[in-house]
């Protein structure tokens, strides 16, 4: 009896739909679906432009999810997104990947991002070169007192490989820029699954350093003003010294597709690059418009 | 009337007997699927690599000693922690507490056991950890010793269920015997009950340590996924990463079929392994166990 | 008094006694002090739009109900996939096995299951439902993953309570002419009914509460509206205490503790109605 009940259930839950109903978009249906994922630097902003879009456009339903962008362009490879979004650009191998499954990723560029170094309110210390920053990451400098602090152990935090922005520090700050530069971050870096957990590591522990995009840094918290060179001046990130270059490590944000989209998704993609709108949205969070 | 009664009884007999063969159907088709997807990394890393020195997936650096260092201090510490608390409160409820108090202790115990990972993750990010930064004057909370307490949390209701089971299955005529001779309560329970017990005790350990072994959610947000090499006593006292947390913090973002997919799937079937070693040790025990209280009473 | 051994035993015993207590007050004190502190930091955040209402302004403002939602669906499609077969598998064991190798290589078998980590359960799903078999990131693959790891402890406590009915009823159903499924049917599925049903609920609110199995094969960070079909995504209590503690800036702290409350209350109700079913069957119970 029991079982007949559970089969009864299972035959209608089943009969309910096929496989082919939430894959991507389907066109025979009055609402639109698309399947947005990746890097969790640009989670929240996505999700805040989903939300509005789908309040102007109630036909279309998006929905967003993180991962970092190592798992967007994974799962667009895969076919099971329909836009990836990624704080860093796609690597040569990615690309390799998604040719041989018959894949061409388009590449559209949709903010700017500041990563802001942070340090605990308490920390003393307020601008670092470049040098310093890669030093201290890699493990060569192991007290605050190194770069002019107290003496204090320094708690390195980062966020995880597969994150963009993991892969843009590694590349920009402790490689220098350097291509053929084989730094890594010490090994007792603290990878943390996100960006929240930095910042509440950073906020309770005056010997965190840590870094994160400027869209995730609250107001309490002290960031460190950068130099390219002793030489320079420091420069503390903001939307201005992202435009004019000043401020070194700043990055833009991208959203991939499979092939150039078409219909909703193109729509959505022009909403996000071009509407006054979206863009405002972009500097209230804290990242920078790409106008 | 009876042809069909026995025909549905046939196709229901046999419905009953497949169901009964499934649970080594899904064991074979998991080991099958993590050997697939996980012995091509044996091909694609070189074993000096996979047994190196950093474990750093994006630029090709696949060492899994550090994960496998993480688990095992992280479990250590667990058990270090769960085995006495666990084994004495299994005791105290089992033997010294009275009626009413077991009633209310053993539903209570259970309850813990049935606390979400994630939950005492979210606890032990929250409270835990900047509680032992500023308590033991440590750089950071997120360490090894954070996650052996929470995991030690999750291991002691298992170790206590089945460890109370254990020692309420001796019979009463051991303890009786023992009282008649003069012992004490107390040397009764450590020398008589006990030892008697043994075989679920152990039993009770060993699913214990299969559970803290396999964790995933609760050490992925205290323990800080640092992967250093965790050889020393320290290490205890530093941040460290374990496979189960690896797993869950980088499967989403390979893609399917490449090295790195082939290394967490690798991961996994170490993982497998070692919960089969565990278990079939723990069985083998209470088999050798029931084999020598076959000739003790014979 | 004369100091002599007995009396030496005597107070090794109190002592003895002394510590075990302390030993399993700290045991238990820690637990209920969890539940009462997430439970007092999270009730203010308990409302009827927090239950009933979508997630706004990022997940920052709103309610969780598309996590409350997901978690049920979760709940129903792993009952529905692991109840039949870990049933039949328990009736298997307890009515038709006889004891011989295979038999014990099912045993050995199950607690294997039983012991495997859950992540891997993940990792299993995500080869064999995500991709083998293209059900994709779904509730379908989620439920089916959380079944197969469900199973053992669904067999196991069936099984016992299939055995513990005594031998006499079969014995007497089987007298009367009664088949062996007959007997099985009618006799002892209903009186080791509560058992079963007990181990069921148990096994369930441990699907309900994990999150790594879920993580590559069915969870989702944000979806709009509820899923409609067993092959969309979904969002799920556990992975949303995940998310909220971890994935998103500037989330209200009691929104955290606000879904912690839910998810626990979720499984601790479950586990409620597990031990009332069970103590009033022991009741009821005719032997």
Redesign the interface.
């Known amino acids: 009896m029991k079982c007949f009940i559970f089969f009864t259930l299972l035959l209608v839950f089943l009969s309910s739909c096929g496989p082919a109903a939430s894959q991507s978009i389907s066109s025979t249906q009055a609402s639109t679906y698309i399947e947005n994922k990746g890097s969790d630097t640009i989670v929240n902003l996505a999700l805040a432009w989903a939300e509005r879009y789908q309040s102007e456009h109630p036909e279309v339903s998006i929905s967003v999810t993180g991962g970092g962008s190592g798992t967007g362009i994974a799962a667009l490879l895969n076919g099971t997104v329909d836009i990836a979004n990624a704080s860093r650009q796609i690597k040569p191998e990615e690309m390799q990947e998604a040719q041989s499954k018959g894949i061409n990723p388009v590449e559209y560029i949709i903010a700017r991002d500041a990563i802001a170094v942070i340090v605990n309110p308490e920390n003393p210390v307020k601008e670092l070169t470049l040098q310093q920053l890669s030093d201290i990451y890699s493990g060569k400098i192991n007290n605050w007192r190194g770069v002019g602090g107290e003496d204090r152990p320094i708690v390195r935090l980062s966020r995880e490989t597969n994150s963009g922005t993991h892969v843009y520090f590694l590349e920009t700050v402790l490689r220098l820029g350097e291509k053929n530069s084989k730094t890594l971050f010490s090994t007792d870096t603290l990878l943390l699954p996100s960006s929240e957990g930095i910042i509440n590591e950073v906020r309770q522990n005056p010997n965190a350093i840590g870094y994160d995009g400027l869209g995730y840094v609250p107001k309490d918290l002290k960031m460190i003003a950068i130099a390219r060179q002793p030489s320079d001046s420091y420069v503390l990130p903001s939307i201005a010294t992202v435009n004019d270059n000043s401020y070194p490590i700043a990055r833009d944000l991208y959203m991939y597709t499979a092939g150039k989209p078409n219909g909703a998704v193109a729509a959505y993609l022009d909403w996000i690059m071009h509407s006054d709108e979206a863009q405002a949205i972009v500097a209230e969070l804290g990242f920078v418009p790409i106008k | 009337m009876d042809k069909s009664l026995s025909w549905r009884e046939y196709v229901i007999t046999r419905a009953i007997k497949a169901s009964g063969y499934s649970a080594i159907v899904f064991v074979a088709l998991i080991f099958y699927f993590l050997l697939h997807d996980g012995l091509p990394a044996l091909s694609e890393v070189p074993l000096a690599d996979l047994l190196g020195q950093r474990w750093y997936p994006i630029e090709n650096y696949f060492s899994i000693l550090p994960l496998i260092t993480g688990t095992l201090i992280v479990t250590l510490g667990a058990m270090l922690v769960a085995i006495p608390l666990g084994i004495g409160t299994a005791v105290f409820i089992a033997e010294i507490a009275p009626r009413w108090t077991r009633d209310i202790l053993k539903p209570l115990v259970e309850l813990l056991g049935g606390l979400p990972s994630v939950v005492l993750g979210f606890l032990g990010i929250l409270i835990l950890a900047p509680f032992l930064r500023v308590f033991l004057n440590l750089p950071t909370g997120l360490t090894a010793l954070a996650g052996s307490l929470l995991l030690g949390g999750i291991a002691i209701p298992t170790i206590v269920s089945i460890a109370e089971d254990a020692l309420d299955a001796v019979p009463q005529s051991y303890r009786e015997g023992a009282w008649a001779i003069g012992a004490t309560r107390w040397q009764t329970i450590w020398r008589v009950t006990l030892p008697a017990a043994r075989s679920g005790v152990l039993t009770a350990v060993m699913l214990g340590l299969g559970r803290a072994i396999g964790e995933t959610m609760a050490v992925m947000m205290a323990t800080g996924n640092a992967p250093v090499l965790a050889v020393k006593l320290t290490s205890l006292f530093s941040p460290v990463r374990t496979m189960t947390a690896t797993i869950a913090a980088e499967m989403g973002e390979v893609a399917s079929g490449s090295v790195h997919y082939h290394v967490l799937f690798f991961i996994g079937l170490v993982l497998f392994l070692i919960s089969l070693a565990v278990n079939v040790a723990a069985s083998a025990v209470v088999f050798r166990q029931k084999k020598r209280a076959e000739r003790v009473l014979s | 008094m004369k100091k002599n051994a007995f009396s030496n ?2 107070l ?2 109190r002592l ?2 002394s ?3 302390l ?2 007050l ?3 004190i ?3 002090a ?2 009462a ?2 439970v007092a930091q999270g009730a203010p955040a308990i409302s009827w739009e927090f239950l009933a209402g979508f997630p ?4 920052r403002a709103g309610g969780i109900l598309p996590a409350i939602v997901g978690t049920f669906y979760l709940t129903l ?1 792993t ?2 996939f692991s ?3 870990g ?3 328990a ?3 307890a009515e ?2 006889r004891e011989n190798w295979l038999t014990r ?2 045993r ?17 799903g ?3 439902f995500v ?1 083998f078999l ?5 509730l379908l693959s989620a439920s089916l993953t959380l079944s ?1 790891m469900t ?2 402890v669904i ?1 196991s406590a069936a099984e016992e309570a299939l055995r513990a009915v005594p031998q006499a009823f079969r014995t007497v159903s089987v007298s009367l002419g009664g ?4 007997t099985i049917r009618r006799i002892v599925l209903p009186q080791a009914l509560p058992g079963i049903i007990t181990g069921v609920i ?1 096994g369930l ?2 699907a ?5 199995p879920i ?2 094969t069915g969870a ?6 509820l899923p ?6 979904t969002m799920a209590l ?2 949303h ?3 909220v ?7 209200p702290i009691q929104i ?1 503790y606000g879904t ?1 409350l839910v ?2 209350a979720f ?2 109700g ?2 409620l109605i597990a ?1 009332v079913i069970r103590s009033r069957a022991r009741a009821k119970r005719q032997w």
């Open positions: 035993r005597v090794t015993q003895g006694f510590l075990l207590t030993v399993a700290f045991t238990v820690p637990i209920l969890v539940i502190y997430i706004r302004e990022g997940m499609g009952a529905i109840v039949p077969l049933v039949a598998a009736i298997y064991l038709y096995a290589l099912i050995i078998a199950i607690i294997n299951l039983a012991g495997i980590p859950s992540v891997v359960y993940g990792l299993f995500l080869g064999l991709f293209r059900f994709g990131t779904s197969i199973l053992p067999i088949t062996r499924w007959q148990l609110e441990r309900a509460g994990e999150t790594a993580l590559f989702a960070f944000f979806l709009p509206r409609n079909s067993p092959f969309d995504a556990p992975y205490l995940f998310v503690s971890t994935q998103v800036p500037e989330m955290q912690a998810l626990i499984v601790l479950m586990n031990t």
